[in-house]
């Protein structure tokens, strides 16, 4: 709508009562209630009466800022019970908002598309494209919990969005993001934020370490850059034209398009290195508030790996299988399979699609929330050979129809149940290593099981051994891998 046309059918919220009521309910609601009245209000701007271009911009920002500190609200209930029944609804609270407050900007970018009253310079204008780039890569964490990647739609938006700044000259013309502080960004800054999330390889992370990532992506993004050369080292690709997602870049073509623009994260990899020494000296700044130690040091781990100067390589070259497989998981269920204790055998539901030395990767047409999360500790059935193996979950990938696609990597091949006892108390474990004598094995049980340092003796197969508990060697939702020597 031009600026200035007749308003027949004003919008509710172009009354300032009640626009500062509706400001106030969602600042003292809870997160959920708060974002789902967002949501609602966002979507009224399709259909519930008509608002004047430039107000419609004001009113999408207002309702954009408003959401944020309900947003990582809504974040941190969905991660302190990230495997909870309700966490289920914070992810979908996150991921429906920003759907809708995309849908609010492509409103307002096709608004100020087709308006020639806002020059291509006007604050307004550049504002909203920030905005926009800003809203895709928020919603990249949210689609990033449900192991899924961002749609095509929303970096279709965000590249417009960038190269119409471009076009307007406004791409490093620093906005004021945050009203009545000195919060400031550009397009460019914010596009390469979206551009580093989708390089961060987040299919291999816990929900806790994407939080972290997406964090330490905002503490990096100053020194990060996009350039219209190839450089040496680890580097991705984009091109503009094509508004298609980045690639990681293994070789550069002798005729490379005006349009492509290179990424290279490894110039941000010895910020990593420093923010690991502050790590272990102690020091975590505001910036990483709400997130533990280990799962910012992980997040570091992975991005040094992934932006390294060398790209990460496969250890074992990979064969194509074919075969069905049951997946187990939970400790107890796992070493009731094993036992053979089990009153029932968990269905065929996964299908190999390859195998490699140290691992696997499986398929199936359904998510199963259970199975599909990064860190999770998983029991394998396979039919032919009717032997269990013990595995964790490396990589998850959800596809649109509903179905996932899972890397496994094998922890033990011949994965045993054992009782263990302290003296004081016993429990029950899995032993994953041949027992030798001066050697080491690794057992997995409940966290915190094997908390004490002096011995503990393990009942295998109508033999004791004498173990020595060490370090913990993998942890993850309801187990730990404690490597022991035996004594």
Partial sequence: MAAGSVLNNPHPLTQPETLGRILTDIATNAAPTAIVELIRWLDSFHFEGEVPLPQLARLVATLDEAAQPQLRQASGLYLSNVFGSRSVRYKALGRDFYASLGRAYDLVLGGLGSDLAIAQGDPLRVEMLLRAVRAAAGEMKWVAFDYQELSPDVWQRAISAYRAAQDGGGL????????????????????IRLVAMQCASLDQLSPDRIEATDKLVRYL?????????????????????????????????????????????????????????????????????????PSVSGAIRHLSRQWGPVPPMRQYRRHVVRGALALATGLGFI???????????????????????????????????????????????????????????????????????????????????VVLDDGARSWNGILCDPVVRGREVRIACEPGAMRSPRPVFAKLAGRTIKLLPGKVLVSGPGYQVVGCAVV
């Fill in 335 to 417: 070493r009731s399979q094993l036992s053979g204790e089990a009153q029932l055998r968990p269905a065929a539901a996964w299908t190999l699609r390859d195998a490699s030395r140290n691992g696997f990767g499986v398929v199936s047409g359904s998510f199963d929330p259970d199975i599909c999360r990064v860190g999770a500790l998983v029991g394998a059935h396979v039919g032919e050979t009717g032997r269990w193996v013990l595995a964790l979950v490396r990589r998850v990938r959800s596809a649109d129809e509903g179905g996932a696609s899972v890397g496994l990597q094998t922890l033990s091949s011949e994965p045993q149940p």
């Fill in 221 to 293: 993004q100053h020194s990060l850059c996009l350039s219209d050369e190839p450089r040496g080292g680890s580097q991705f690709s984009l091109d503009l034209d094509s508004r298609a997602a980045p690639q990681r870049c293994l070789a550069v073509p002798e005729r490379v398009p005006s349009s492509t623009r290179y990424f290279r994260p490894a110039d941000a990899v010895p910020m990593l290195g420093e923010l690991r020494q502050t790590l272990a000296d102690g020091g975590l700044g505001p910036v990483f508030a709400g997130i533990g130690v």
């Fill in 172 to 191: 490093n013309t620093p906005v004021n993001v945050r009203e009545g502080r000195e919060t400031r960004s550009t397009v460019s800054r914010e596009f």
